[in-house]
């Protein structure tokens, strides 16, 4: 009997809607890995920008911490040497915001802070007294040959024995002993002027700087006030530091009571100045700062916000002190602070 042969069986394929069902799936499957590994990888690029952005505001404060420490010297106190502009109050004589300077923006909100370091190569010369802008300068030191030991173009203050000092630019010698000092970087804020400094007085040679935020590079900028005391020439501005966006200032005085603290509380009753809203303008004005004087000055507080794209959020929004808020659509604001006391402070007898 003859078998009968059997025909060979075919492997069977996907018809068209298994392998379109598998496609769902697949996708179902795959796409929220697919976006949870995109989120991964958008949180890391963000938190390597924002630890870049935290180190740069870290160089920042100690740059300013350290500048703030090394004001004055001598005769010069740190209060006649750290000069605070308050971006939210009205320029002087009024109040002690900020001054309209021919090359230099405006403030837009932002303080600016003006220093003084003495020039340890010149001599110190005692004033005896003044005619309107020309200082009348003992000779006996041979302060007034040649101008003085260098002392034509330069910065200086003129230091009175009753605490005020007042910011002088050095300009030509007329006469035996009178030299031209027309007004320098910082006589808008330092208190009192030539006729109140008190003579005989000390005039001291320093390196006057300002220290200021550009609103609109949102750059942090130094003026020196070398060659020209009215204006900012534009081989004087130098670029500390980008992106900064805000810088805001406190001076912290012990005067409520005089007891070697600082109380700092981020109020209007506390022993600092500009960190709250409902502050006075300067010291002595009112509220708790009626009986304070520049001569308590012990302390700065530098609270500054730095900045970065936001490459994947909206960007967020930062309030410094008694400054305004600050906030960039797509950029991500980091805010830093913070405070020193004079280094200078322990060797003067206040």
């Known amino acids: 009997m003859r078998g009968t ?16 069902m598998a496609s769902v799936l697949a996708a179902v499957i795959i796409a929220p890995l697919t976006a949870a590994v995109m989120n991964i990888n958008r949180t890391i690029i963000e938190t390597k920008k924002r630890t870049a ?25 740190p209060y006649m040497a750290a000069l605070v502009e308050n971006g939210s109050s009205l320029p002087p004589p009024t109040e002690r915001g900020c001054r309209a300077i021919a090359g ?9 802070l003006t220093f003084m370091v003495q020039d340890q190569v010149r001599p110190v010369c005692t004033v005896l007294g003044n005619a309107g802008v020309n200082l009348q300068v003992d000779d006996s030191a041979g302060c007034c040959l040649d101008n003085g030991p260098g002392f034509t173009g330069q910065q200086a203050l003129v230091v009175g024995a009753s605490g005020i000092a007042v910011s002088v ?7 035996s002993c009178n030299i031209n000092a027309p007004p320098g970087l910082g006589s808008g804020v330092l208190p009192g002027t030539l006729a109140s400094v008190g003579y005989p007085a ?21 003026w020196i006030d ?40 981020d109020d209007g009753a506390d022993e600092v100045l ?6 006075p303008s300067f010291p002595g004005e009112a509220g708790p700062f009626v009986n304070v004087r520049d001569v308590d000055l012990r302390t700065l507080r530098m609270s500054f916000a730095v900045g970065t794209s936001a490459q994947f959020d909206t960007g967020n929004s930062v309030l410094l002190l008694d400054g305004p808020t600050r906030s960039a659509t797509g950029f991500y604001l980091e805010p830093t602070s913070v405070s020193v006391m004079m280094r200078n402070l322990n060797v003067f007898t206040q």
């Open 169 to 175: 630019f050095l300009n030509t010698r007329t006469g």
């Open 53 to 77: 952005l935290r180190s740069d505001a870290k160089l920042i404060g100690e740059y300013l911490a350290a500048t703030v420490q090394g004001v004055g010297g001598d005769v010069v106190r």
């Open 226 to 265: 070398a060659t020209n005391p009215g204006a900012a020439d534009a081989d004087e501005l130098t670029v500390l530091a980008d992106n900064v966006w805000d810088l805001q200032l406190a001076p912290g005085y012990d005067a409520l009571p005089q007891d070697g603290h600082v109380v700092d509380l």
């Open 202 to 222: 000390s005039l001291v040679v320093v390196s006057g700087r300002m220290i200021y935020v550009d609103r609109t590079t949102h750059a942090l900028m130094m």
């Open 104 to 112: 230099l923006p405006a403030c837009d909100g932002s303080d600016r």
């Open 274 to 279: 500009f960190n709250d809203t409902t502050d």
């Open 5 to 20: 042969a059997k025909r060979p069986r075919h492997a069977r394929g996907f018809t068209l809607i298994e392998a379109m």
